[in-house]
């Protein structure tokens, strides 16, 4: 298991979708970010949120311990960009770099809000007619993966959830309203890099669960899913 602890200063970096989201957490806790929406944002405002977040702070990049990054599935381009982004940010330097899947960390966010007992289900638009779907299972807080991430048919969704379930995420306006009867439904949770953090904790708390991998900087690649996949 990767060294993974709250005494560390973390650059966090979300691309997966139409979301970009750069964020510093530090060792005393405080945190700071920078998030921005919209389509091909991505190549400029990755490069502006590092910058903003560190100058804001005052915080040298030369002090980052760790760069946390979300790793897909999600966006094609997006996820090219972030992945260009950190490549270039720890070039000659000794940071480690920690990989979050997109969907764990949406679900991270959307479980501090609801009851233990409810399952997650992460929806991100794959666009085409498709989705690209995973559930979760809260147990003392914490999370658990309960299916594989997956392309599913927008018109079949309604097969995976069942009354009482929470469904989350950008791909959720693509879904009819039929199938979102007695869910609980949180359409308006943005995908942010903050929320790469409440996984961070989540490892910390339970050091034995699979949630966080270390990768190699130069050979890292994010995780895309297409229809077909």
Known sequence: MCDINLAMNILAI???TDY???????????????TVYGKGVHSEAVFLGIKEVLEKTGFPA???DAVLLSGGPGSYTG?????????????????????????????????AMVP??????IVLDARRNHLIHQ???????LLTVASGTQIVPVGEIGGFLKPGD??????IERIESESLKEL??????????????????????????PLIREADPESAEPVYLTPGV
């Open 166 to 171: 929470v469904l989350a995420g950008t791909g």
């Open 79 to 111: 996820l090219r960009v972030g992945y260009s982004a950190v490549k270039g940010f720890l070039f000659g330097h000794n940071t480690r770099l920690y990989i979050v899947d997109t969907m764990l960390s949406v679900a991270a966010a959307v479980s």
């Open 14 to 16: 979300e691309t997966a």
């Open 116 to 121: 233990n007992t409810a399952d997650i289900h």
């Open 62 to 64: 030369s002090q980052v």
């Open 135 to 141: 559930m979760f299972k809260q147990t003392d807080g």
């Open 20 to 34: 970009c989201s750069v964020a510093l957490m530090q060792k005393n806790g405080n945190q700071t970010e920078y």
């Open 184 to 209: 609980q439904v949180f359409n308006d949770i943005p995908v942010k890099a903050a929320y790469l953090f409440m996984v961070w904790k989540m490892q910390v708390l339970n050091p034995a669960a």
